[in-house]
């Protein structure tokens, strides 16, 4: 069983900065692709980033690309997400999930572990 642990959110004013972190168990992190996803009030969860198992591969939503940066560190089973100059509108629960595969995905259907959130607040 895989367990994600997130940490890093928070309250933040509009043009602020967070990073993201979220650690996983187990022995083969580097074999699966890491994604972030996010999860308003009232609204579907939503793909935000995704990095491939080795991290040569990235992949953003397009409401964040420019913004936000996914990376991680496979000697520390650890996927981070920099998150700048944020809007009241990234406001959301944060996600971190494991990928079926080591390649990118941006479908959720295909990650199979998922943390239990951060909460990411971002005033006007």
């Known amino acids: 069983q895989v367990q994600l642990v997130e940490s890093g959110g928070g309250l933040v004013q509009a043009g602020g900065s967070l990073r993201l972190s979220c650690v996983a168990s187990?022995?083969?992190?580097?074999?699966?692709?890491m994604g972030w996803f996010r999860q308003a009030p009232g609204k579907e969860r939503d793909f935000v980033a995704t990095i491939s198992g080795y991290g040569s591969s990235t992949y953003y939503a397009d409401s964040v690309k420019g913004r936000f940066t996914i990376s991680r560190d496979n000697a520390k089973n650890t996927v981070y997400l920099q998150m700048n100059s944020l809007k009241p509108e990234d406001t959301a629960i944060y996600y971190c999930a494991r990928g079926r595969l080591h390649s990118i995905r941006w479908d959720a259907h295909d990650y199979d572990y998922w943390g239990q959130g951060t909460q990411v607040t971002v005033s006007s």
């Open positions: 187990g022995r083969t992190f580097s074999s699966y692709a």
